[in-house]
């Protein structure tokens, strides 16, 4: 640790102590989920103007730190007072949902406003996109405030292999707010980091194969990967519309499933969102925060290879919790059925499965499709990404991390003949394996959810197949890092999924906020 950090570390603990023990009012906005926030609203015990005042002031002291936010909207305290004038006039929707709630967006999630949408990169500071995203769209619509957007791992880490997670250009490596010197995940880390040290209320973050849920479990919070389609991606700087998908992150199951009423549904920028738009239960979401929602489910346990820790202490710590959550989730009523195998699991999980040649070749005409639509930006083709890394190599580090994804996606769309007909056989491998692989899992043993931890490579299942899956804080492993479960399933089970999530996160209680742990 450099004497710099160190002493932003100091400094961040100091403000940190000196906040708990706040005396003004009785309410604290530290840990407060939506329902809290809302009573408190409703019993004039706190304003959304002084709600953004305290994160932005958050921001300010932690953010230099933890890097978690590029960017913080200069309309947020406008937005907020908007937001307490509807509240005070009673007008409908301003004491429900998501009204006046502030919300952190990934940077690749579009605004048309004054904050700059980038992946983190320079070569998209200054485009103007032409509108709201579709999730952007629905959240305004639901009355949450726009606070800011949060870091990533750049381009959604589909820039290059060899950079760490969480590290853009724009804002640097964002840190683990629970162990400064572990690894934060992405590629939606700073949406993980700032819900986690309090810098917002609720976040988004996006994921083609793990982005939501590994940073999700580093950060100890929940993170929601809906079902491909359920939640609009028009707007979003893709990787492949395969398997793109946006969700939620934030403390609690409850505040991922308001953020999740808030976004799902139809857009007619994003025709997947037609078809999936029939998994929307009547009532939305919220109806499944059941906290006896574990009783009579089926649970699938595959050992290998999602269990497959090392033999370590450390690692035999991270096992036994996993087992005792077992016997929780067994006293909870749910029913496990152990020791089931994924057939050909190993070709999805060891990348035989063709799924990194296929979104190399679908990366490319999805990214120009976005940059075309720009109203102004500096780049319009990958191509012209390529070209601005290389001529601002220091400005994007492209020295040291490379751009080599980049490169491989632009190399196959021009040297590779037939790549119609090579996606089509790859897509149509990915349908087999997961119809032979999960759904047949889910079906044969009548299970409600498959549970295993969220970083393994459970996610590449999850990924290929457009399933959901939802990561829950599971515990802390010997050196503090947090670690998380998840509960996958079928395409649409979010209702099975959010049951499980509620009923786990009920019995446990397991998230706690962080410390800044050099
Ligand atoms: C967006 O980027 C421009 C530089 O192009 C900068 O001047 C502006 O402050 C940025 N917006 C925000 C909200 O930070
Ligand atoms: C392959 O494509 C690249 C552009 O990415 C081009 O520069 C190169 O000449 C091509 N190579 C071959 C063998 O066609």
């Known amino acids: 640790m450099s004497t710099n950090s160190l002493l932003l570390f100091v400094l961040a603990f100091l403000h940190l102590s000196g906040l708990y023990t706040k005396t003004s009012g009785a309410f604290s906005i530290e840990e407060a989920t939506i329902d809290d926030l809302q009573l408190a609203f409703k019993q004039n015990q706190l304003t959304s103007r002084q709600l953004v005042a305290f994160y932005l ?192 992150m934030c403390r609690t199951v409850s505040d991922a499933v308001y953020v999740l009423d808030a976004i799902v549904g139809f857009d007619s920028n994003d025709v997947a969102t037609r078809e999936a738009s029939k998994y929307i239960p009547h009532g939305g979401y919220r109806q499944f925060l059941h906290p006896l929602g574990l009783k009579g489910k089926r649970l699938g346990i595959v050992r290998d290879p999602f269990y497959n820790f ?111 007909a090579i996606l089509k056989k790859l897509v149509s491998n990915f349908k087999k394996l997961s119809k032979n692989g999960l759904e047949k899992l889910i079906k044969k043993n009548k299970l409600d959810a498959l549970v295993a931890p969220s970083t393994s490579a459970v996610t590449s299942v999850l990924a290929i197949g457009q399933y959901p899956g939802i990561s829950v804080p599971a515990g802390y492993n010997s050196e503090g890092v947090p670690f998380g479960i998840c509960f996958g399933g079928l395409k649409g089970s979010e209702p099975k999924l959010i049951e499980i999530a509620y009923g786990f996160e009920t019995a446990t209680k397991v998230r706690k906020p962080p410390t800044f742990k050099p």
């Open 57 to 248: 002031k958050r921001i300010r002291r932690l953010n230099p730190l933890l890097k978690g936010v590029i960017e913080v909207n200069p309309d947020a305290i406008f937005l907020a007072d908007k937001a307490d004038r509807e509240r005070k006039a009673n007008t409908p929707g301003s004491s429900v949902g998501l009204h006046g709630i502030p919300i952190l967006l990934k940077d690749n999630i579009a605004t048309k406003d004054k904050l700059n949408t980038t992946a983190g990169s320079y070569a998209l500071l200054g485009s103007v996109v032409p509108r709201d995203a579709g999730v952007v769209v629905k959240l305004r619509k639901a009355g949450a405030i726009i606070l800011g957007k949060a870091s990533l791992s750049e381009w959604a880490n589909f820039r290059t292999n060899g950079a760490p997670s969480g590290f853009c250009g724009r804002s640097g490596q964002g840190k683990n707010p629970y162990v400064l010197s572990a690894t934060p995940c992405g590629s939606s880390s700073g949406s993980g980091i700032s819900v986690a040290a309090n810098l917002a209320a609720v976040s988004l973050g996006s994921e083609t194969d793990g982005s939501i849920l590994c940073p999700s479990s580093y950060n100890s919070v929940v993170g929601i990967k809906p079902t491909v389609g359920l939640t609009s991606r028009a707007g979003v700087i893709p990787i492949t519309p395969r398997q793109d998908t946006v969700g939620p």
């Open 310 to 420: 090392g033999n370590d202490k450390g690692s035999v710590l991270i096992k036994q919790t996993f087992e005792h959550h077992f016997q929780t989730l067994r006293r909870e009523g749910a029913v496990l059925i152990d020791n089931l195998q994924i057939s050909d699991v190993d070709t999805i999980t060891n990348g035989q499965s063709g799924e990194s040649l296929a979104i190399l070749l679908e990366f490319k005409p999805a990214l120009n499709k976005y940059l075309k639509q720009l109203v102004a930006s500096p780049v319009r083709s990958l191509a012209d990404v390529i070209a601005f890394n290389k001529k601002f190599s220091k400005l994007e580090k492209t020295k040291e991390y490379g751009q080599v994804l980049f490169e491989q996606s632009e190399f196959l769309s021009r040297n590779v003949s037939k790549v119609d």
